[in-house]
């Protein structure tokens, strides 16, 4: 199995290349697990107490599970994603079966930070966009598809999404075998990702 790892900050426009990426693939051999999912179950707290955890500290991310279930799709076993509400700030319940892939791509804004995970990713990528950049596409995603209103999103992002962004995030791009310039769409980096799936799959 080739692991790819796609990192970059909140709206640099992972998810979108990922997207492109298998998108014109159209092939069933890649797979994507997003980090997304693996937000520590918070069943414990209340609507209230979930809204105020840093969802972009480290911390808040179950990486002892992300990092087995990587393991396990490895060693040829399928597993049962988490499935997460942006709404109520904690997993669903509900899970989705993942089989392995020739192809595995896992996408997230912190998994580079993590060491053990780090290591299991065959291929690192680095998606940047300018902060402006990302504030602008965080704030429209956000309110159109995360249920969230303009104070809530710029009030975030000072106080935790910037200096979350400078501390643990900018930093893991030094571990990164690629880094995508995405303030504009790029074809051309993606075609490159495309090349190295393909050269996977004959
Ligand atoms: N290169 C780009 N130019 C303009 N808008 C983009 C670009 N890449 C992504 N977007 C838009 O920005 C928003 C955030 O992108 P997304 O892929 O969800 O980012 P991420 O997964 O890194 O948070 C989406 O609405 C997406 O359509
Ligand atoms: N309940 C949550 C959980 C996470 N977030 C934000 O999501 C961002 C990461 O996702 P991207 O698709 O943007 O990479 C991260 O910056 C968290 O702040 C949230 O808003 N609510």
């Known amino acids: 199995m080739l692991i790819i790892g796609i990192a970059g900050g909140t709206g640099c426009g992972k998810t979108t290349v990922v997207n492109q990426i298998i998108d014109q693939l159209a092939t069933e051999d890649v797979a994507v697990i997003s980090q997304d999912h693996y937000y520590k179950d918070t069943s414990n707290l209340t609507l209230e107490q979930r809204t105020k955890i840093n ?104 106080t935790t999404l910037k200096p979350m962004h400078q501390q643990f995030i900018e930093p893991t791009k030094e571990f990164a075998d690629m880094i995508i310039p995405n303030n504009r769409y790029n074809t051309v980096a993606v075609d490159i990702v495309q090349s190295i799936i393909r050269e996977r799959l004959t």
């Open 55 to 158: 969802f972009d500290h480290p911390q808040s991310i179950d990486f002892p599970l992300l990092t087995q279930h990587l393991n396990d799709l490895r060693n040829n076993k399928p597993i049962e994603q988490p499935v997460y509400s942006f709404v109520e700030h904690n997993r669903t319940g509900e899970t989705t079966t993942t089989y392995p892939t020739k192809v595995m791509i896992v996408e997230g804004i912190l998994i580079l930070t993590n060491p053990e995970l780090r290591d299991l990713f065959d291929i690192k990528i680095y998606v940047h966009a300018d902060s402006d950049e990302r504030l602008i596409r965080r704030l429209k995603r956000d309110i159109a598809e995360r249920g969230r209103d303009l104070e809530e999103v710029l009030n975030r992002y000072q």
